[in-house]
């Protein structure tokens, strides 16, 4: 028991490391991260950031390599996450106006973060950059 509890230690602080990677990634694109580790019961997102009107929902995944974790990021956690924006702006009825996307930061060790906006809509469409998928 005590093994997985420090298997989920560790990987919680691999988590936090790499939303703090991927948050100063943002900010020099010019966003402005308005929260991180936005938790409730329904799900979890992983950074909130916001560049003029646009308010993009950042999953966060770090990997070995960039197909893995492209593929990390299944439809139930896709889900999860869309319950958990619509908690989010529940709570900020000021963020109504803005357009909403959900967007990826993957990153792999040696690699510069790689940044997927509008990578997957509330349809269940999981797209990449460029409006298909990217792998």
């Known amino acids: ?21 991927a948050a100063w990634w943002l900010r020099l694109k010019g966003y402005r991260i308005l929260a991180q580790g936005f938790r409730v019961p329904v799900g979890e997102i992983d950074l909130i950031a916001r560049r003029g009107r646009t308010i993009a929902l950042v999953e966060v995944k770090a990997r070995t390599d960039l197909e893995t974790a492209y593929a990390a990021i299944g439809a139930r956690q896709r889900q999860r996450i869309e319950r958990a924006a619509a908690s989010f702006l529940q709570r900020h009825p000021a963020l109504a106006r803005c357009d ?3 967007d990826v930061v993957l990153l792999v060790p040696g690699r ?16 990449g950059a460029s409006g298909t998928p990217i792998l």
Do not use: C, K, S, Y
């Open 1 to 21: 028991m005590a093994v997985n509890t420090e298997r989920r230690r560790r990987a919680f602080g691999r988590g936090r490391r790499g939303e703090r990677i």
């Open 100 to 102: 909403i996307r959900f």
């Open 112 to 127: 510069r973060p790689r940044h997927l906006t509008d990578a997957w809509r509330r349809d269940g469409a999981w797209r």
